[in-house]
């Protein structure tokens, strides 16, 4: 089967305008607004990334986890849901945890949590020691309320995101 080029574009918002619309005559609440608020733009938008980088993090560890699965299972990664949060996670293997957390609609926290260190962020280059804090991707609001996700003010691509800290996790819970 032929894919089109109308399949390869996301539609998720054409379906939640279509809901919106339909909840609208049924409720009679008219909100010609909401679509423009940067708030919900945001918030909309975080979770959205948040549940991609779950994705590509559950795929990647299921692969690390697979071509392990042979060694010692006591090495295999592990991703857990935070509790009582919209879609925090974090990863764990061998007393450290990798934490992916919204802390507000516009800025989501990566760090590690080690039991003999505290926390840490992931390094950024062969030199760059890492530091006891949480790396931090923001969120910039542009024309025509596209989301732009940044680290250190530069755009980001979740993919390379994901391999950046996976790796990270791996060489540092690494027995």
Do not use: C
Not at 15 to 21: I, Q
Not at 43 to 55: D, G, V, W
Not at 71 to 93: A, G, P, Q
Not at 128 to 134: E, K
Request: aromatic share 10%; glycine share 6%; proline share 1%.
């Amino acid at each position: 089967m032929e894919h089109t080029q109308y399949e390869k574009i996301a539609t998720d918002w054409i379906e939640s305008l279509a809901m919106d619309e339909i909840n609208m005559e049924e409720s009679g609440v008219i909100n010609f607004h909401e679509h423009l608020n940067p708030e919900r733009i945001l918030e909309e938008s975080s979770i959205e990334f948040m549940n991609n980088i779950r994705e590509f993090f559950e795929i990647y560890v299921s692969k690390f986890n697979e071509y392990r699965a042979g060694k010692d299972n006591r090495n295999s990664i592990k991703i857990f849901k935070i509790s009582n949060t919209v879609n925090d996670f974090m990863l764990f293997r061998n007393a450290l945890k990798l934490v992916v957390a919204r802390r507000s609609n516009d800025v989501i926290t990566i760090g590690f949590l080690s039991n003999a260190g505290g926390l840490f962020s992931a390094r950024l280059g062969s030199d760059a020691p890492s530091i006891n804090t949480v790396h931090e991707i923001q969120a910039q609001v542009g024309a025509f309320g596209e989301v732009q996700w940044r680290f250190r003010g530069e755009s980001i691509k979740q993919e390379a995101l994901v391999r950046h800290y996976l790796t990270e996790f791996i060489k540092h819970s690494a027995r």
